[in-house]
């Protein structure tokens, strides 16, 4: 048979698998979807704790440091100090996992308890479950559901804990406050206009707390940024700020002795006052095709800080300057190898680690030159672990990288997940590793016995 028309039979077959319904087109970050059969979700996960595991260590209603928050302690995407050592090398020992909703929200850990967000059929549903089983405590469902082509069904929005409660932002914007012991509603306010624009994503955004105040940033034609009093709910302020809304969740930066709350509209990152939401200065940041932020900015020193995006956007160091008309930037420098696109970068001793489009890259951060390249993970999560790099691929596949500006080294990888799509963060508390992707949620201990 020639080689024409084994394509075009190929091609047929291709198709008709398609058009049958039998595969899921799944985007995972690149250009290049992947297949896989439908059926493998949820349904197939069963519930299951390792009995044989060694004594939990986390115990009463306090863990060694929490992880209360999207991507850890101060939105950094580092672990806190975990009480024991840790075993990198050997494949770690699963304690429980458990099936959970459809969606990209990241786990977070408070009490002895983790909590995360995720899609139920019709229903958005935040789950409360033991650290020490995996067991459901309560949850909380909300009639709501966000769908879309490339993402695919439920909330990309991650919950944050603050002083016994719990707050999260819906993917059509509904921000709530519940009761982090029982999940009793405490109040819940509608954050967006009602002639609101969604993004094609939805609501992605992380509501942040910020002393005694939830702030979200969904953009909009009027207040793209609000703020409301952790107690009552009730609004402290609307920014005057306007514009389309981002992937990006807001944070706070500490530039030249100041507190700067950071977010973006489309087209631009702001710096403003997160006690009046006041915009204090603008930074142009142009990106091709969707022209919204993902990656979180990070602070490099006390006036620099890094701004970083994928579609070949790249990199750039801004360096943050007082002046008597309020406030000037200037480019520090400018790099195309770190062009972050779902994954925020990590510092760590003056150094950055962070995926440019799929491949992990080391550069120096107060040059911006590229230390080393190392190997293509997808486009999933880091986090940093003393000196050591967690690495959760978008393939469910966990990897331990040296945090080291010397040389690429991995030092272990370990399949952890399903092989299914996997854009959730990662959370690690005393040694346990929660991982999760869009049909079951796992522990890990990670301790050295």
Not at 309 to 327: F, T, V
Request: proline content about 5%; hydrophobic content about 35%; glycine content about 10%.
């Amino acid at each position: 048979m020639e080689l024409p028309t084994l394509l075009i039979n190929a091609a047929t077959v291709c198709s008709s698998v398609l058009l049958s319904g039998c595969v899921n087109i799944e985007w995972r970050g690149g250009m290049t979807p992947s297949l896989n059969w439908k059926g493998n979700g949820n349904e197939s996960v069963l519930s299951t704790h390792n009995a044989e595991a060694k004594d939990f260590r986390l115990k009463g209603k306090s863990t060694t440091a929490d992880w209360p928050d999207f991507r850890g302690p101060d939105r950094l995407g580092i672990a806190p100090e975990q009480g024991g050592d840790i075993d990198w090398q050997t494949e770690p020992v699963t304690l429980w996992r458990q099936p959970t909703g459809r969606g990209h929200a990241s786990v977070i850990i408070a009490g002895n308890r983790c909590y995360t967000l995720g899609q139920q059929g019709e229903f958005e549903e935040l789950t409360c479950a033991s650290m020490q089983n995996g067991s459901t405590i309560w949850n909380y469902q909300r009639k709501e559901r966000w769908n879309d082509s490339m993402g695919g069904p439920g909330p990309r929005s991650t919950p944050v804990y603050f002083k016994g409660m719990i707050f999260y932002l819906s993917a059509r914007g509904m921000l709530t406050c519940l009761e982090a012991d029982s999940g009793k509603k405490l109040w819940e306010q509608a954050t967006l206009d009602p002639d609101y624009d969604y993004p094609h994503w939805g609501i992605a955004c992380s509501p942040l707390v910020f002393e005694n105040m939830i702030i979200v940033s969904p953009g909009g034609d009027s207040g793209a940024v609000k703020s409301y009093d952790v107690e009552t709910g009730k609004l402290v302020w609307t920014a005057e700020l306007k514009g389309a809304g981002t992937y990006l969740s807001p944070s706070i930066l500490s530039l030249l002795g100041k507190k700067f709350l950071t977010v973006a509209v489309e087209g631009k990152l702001c710096g403003l006052d997160p006690v009046s939401g006041k915009t204090l200065w603008e930074y142009p940041w142009k990106i091709f095709m969707n022209n919204a932020q993902i990656a979180q900015p990070l602070e490099l020193s006390d006036d620099v800080f890094l701004l970083s995006a994928g579609y070949g956007k790249g990199a750039e160091a801004i360096r943050l300057k007082k002046n008597p008309n309020g406030y000037a930037k200037e480019k520090v420098w400018k790099s195309k190898n770190l062009k972050t696109k779902f994954s925020s970068p990590i510092l760590r001793d003056g150094f950055l680690y962070g995926f440019s489009e799929n491949s992990l890259n080391c550069l120096d951060a107060t040059t911006g030159q590229l230390r080393w390249r190392g190997k293509k993970y997808g486009y999933g999560r880091i986090l940093l672990a003393k000196d050591k790099l967690l690495i959760l691929g978008n393939t469910g596949t966990l990897s331990i990288v040296e945090a080291s500006p010397d040389a690429f080294e991995e030092i272990a990888s370990h399949q952890v997940l399903s092989k299914e799509r996997c854009w959730n963060g990662p959370a690690l508390v005393g040694g346990y590793l929660v991982v999760r992707n869009g049909s079951e949620i796992a522990c890990y201990d990670l301790a050295k016995h």
